[in-house]
Nanobody, 120 residues
Framework: QVQLVESGGGLVQSGGSLRLSCAAS????????MGWYRQAPGKQRELVAAMTSGGSTNYADSVKGRFTISRDNAKNTVYLQMNSLKPEDTAVYYCNAELAGSDYAALDYWGQGTQVTVSS
């Protein structure tokens, strides 16, 4: 069984910073990519940032220059440093991992979500 456990959400004022963490645990054979998505009320879930095992990154245009994704492969952990936060960044942030478990099948896994609220 694979689990993704997120931490680091909360309430912050506009212009502030937060750092999200997501640790993958369980019977993991290989992690191919990890990333963050977010879903605001009434909106579809969208990609925020992702990083492959080789270090390639992809960011949503709305967060480029403000958010930074990083990974600690030894700890199976991905981080999202969020700076210059805006009220429109308010959403539930979900960790995502594309990985192969003990059965070697590559699947998508999701964390439970962590709320980020940016006040104006």
């Amino acid at each position: 069984q694979v689990q993704l456990v997120e931490s680091g959400g909360g309430l912050v004022q506009s212009g502030g910073s937060l750092r999200l963490s997501c640790a993958a645990s369980g019977s993991i054979f290989s992690i191919y990519a990890m990333g963050w998505y977010r879903q605001a009320p009434g909106k579809q879930r969208e990609l925020v940032a992702a990083m492959t095992s080789g270090g390639s990154t992809n960011y949503a245009d709305s967060v480029k220059g403000r958010f930074t994704i990083s990974r600690d492969n030894a700890k199976n952990t991905v981080y999202l440093q969020m700076n210059s936060l805006k009220p429109e960044d308010t959403a539930v942030y979900y960790c995502n991992a594309e990985l192969a478990g003990s059965d070697y099948a590559a699947l998508d896994y999701w964390g439970q979500g962590t709320q980020v609220t940016v006040s104006s």
